[in-house]
């Protein structure tokens, strides 16, 4: 083949592999949505459909230990994905710098955005009613593609201009943190629960 692809972009889908603290761990999010008065006000004041403790609690890891064992499995996932991406951290690993709940409701959206000063971003599911809403990617060469025509429908996903990744409960999604992404309209019936983070 005289065509090859260059400039890959990386993005990881694989399960937590501790089904018992998924489990565990929608208990929490719950909890800290009934109890987190800040965040609830912050949700509210920024048109949040739900609840998320993104601007509100810095510290769940130590907060609660569910937390804190959901952070040790991020961290191998995290790892592995470093390593798919070539990274030379120069002997060192990467290092969670955040880490917050995002509970939901039918009708709730997330905008295009990237996760400045990070170097991997990532969610891991914890409860996805069906219809949910699909983590839509963005090709970063999406400014500069000028009088490139369309792909047709049936493009292989390295060549589309937006892939749709299905969330579950139990996955893990990592991409490397300047790669655009938003969440679809949650068109189902009950509450999403998602965990997100950032390793820098």
Not at 80 to 86: I, K, P, Y
Not at 109 to 126: L, M, Q, R
Not at 181 to 199: D, Q
């Amino acid at each position: 083949m005289p065509t090859r692809s260059l400039f890959a972009t990386q993005f990881y889908d694989a399960d937590l592999g501790d089904a018992a603290l998924i489990a565990e761990l929608e208990g929490a999010c719950l909890d800290l949505a009934e109890a987190d008065r800040a965040g609830r006000a912050w949700s509210r004041d920024h048109g949040y459909r739900g609840y998320t403790s993104y601007a509100s609690l810095n510290d769940l890891p130590q907060r609660d230990p569910r937390f804190g064992d959901l952070v040790r499995h991020l961290n191998r996932h995290v790892a592995a994905f470093a390593s798919d991406c070539a990274f030379d951290l120069g002997g060192r690993k990467l290092k969670l710098d955040s880490l917050w709940v995002n509970v939901m409701k039918p009708g709730a959206t997330h905008s295009g955005h990237i996760h400045p000063h990070a170097v991997v971003s990532g969610t891991v599911y914890i409860a996805v009613p069906p219809g949910s809403g699909a983590l839509k990617l963005e090709d970063p060469r999406l400014p500069m593609l000028m009088a490139a025509p369309p792909r047709t429908p049936d493009a292989p996903e390295p060549l589309r201009s937006f892939v749709y990744a299905e969330p579950r409960a139990g996955a893990v999604f990592l991409w490397e943190s300047w790669l655009r992404h938003e969440v679809m309209p949650h068109a189902g019936k009950g509450e999403r629960i998602s965990i997100s983070f950032n390793y820098r």
